[in-house]
């Protein structure tokens, strides 16, 4: 049984898209122990009591630096003996979590990346100024900076031409970022996964 934590902020609908996985069954072997976020109010601790999920608050007001809240964070992951961390809308810099969780990190990205990495606003207004007519979503295993690091899985999207940022926003999250993340945990703890490199192998 794999043993993990989700790190929140906001309204949580990436983690919803966990919680209702979990109540399908879809994820084998998972054990969803903590929700941890920067914020008490978030509705995504909601989400998460309402599931029967602990819910705990590391207030980042709390620490002189960022560095030290990740350390928090990390002491607080490593205290439950949690083994993989999902980043669910978790919107502060990972610090050291990275580095003690290694390829135990799984996020999805709005895009198809690399495109748009360097994109500093919103991807989706981007894409849509861009003229793209194919985005997505990437999951991936967090670097150690925190950002997208080996790619686990990827999904196209159809840019429609109606599409406005928040259209495009939805879509993506809806046809791609959910379903990809919640594939990625379940094939991380069915044991599928292996990193060589860069290179994220999955096996049949």
Not at 82 to 91: F, K, M
Not at 143 to 159: M, P, T
Not at 166 to 180: F, G, I, N, Q, T
């Amino acid at each position: 049984m794999v043993r993990a934590a989700a790190l929140v902020a906001g309204d949580g609908t990436k983690l919803q898209a966990i919680l209702d996985s979990m109540y399908f069954k879809e994820i084998p072997d998972f054990e969803l122990v903590a929700v941890i976020s920067p914020q008490k109010d978030a509705y995504a601790m909601a989400r998460a009591l309402n599931a029967g999920v602990p819910a705990y608050v590391v207030d980042p007001e709390l620490f002189p630096t960022m560095t030290s809240h990740s350390m928090a964070v990390a002491n607080k992951l490593r205290d439950m003996d949690i083994e993989l961390v999902i980043l669910a809308g978790y919107d502060l810099p990972l610090g050291v979590i990275p580095y003690q969780f290694k390829n135990r990190i799984i996020g999805t990205y709005p895009a198809i990346y690399p495109a748009f990495e360097n994109e500093e606003g919103d991807i989706h207004r981007a894409v849509l100024e861009r003229g793209v007519k194919v985005t997505g979503a990437t999951a991936y295993f967090a670097d150690g900076d925190g950002r997208v690091g080996s790619i686990i899985l990827q999904k196209a999207v159809d840019v429609l031409p109606d599409d406005d940022p928040e259209s495009l926003r939805r879509r993506v999250m809806e046809e791609a970022e959910w379903k990809l993340l919640s594939q990625a945990v379940a094939l991380y703890c069915g044991g599928k996964l292996s990193v060589h490199g860069n290179r994220v192998i999955i096996a049949k």
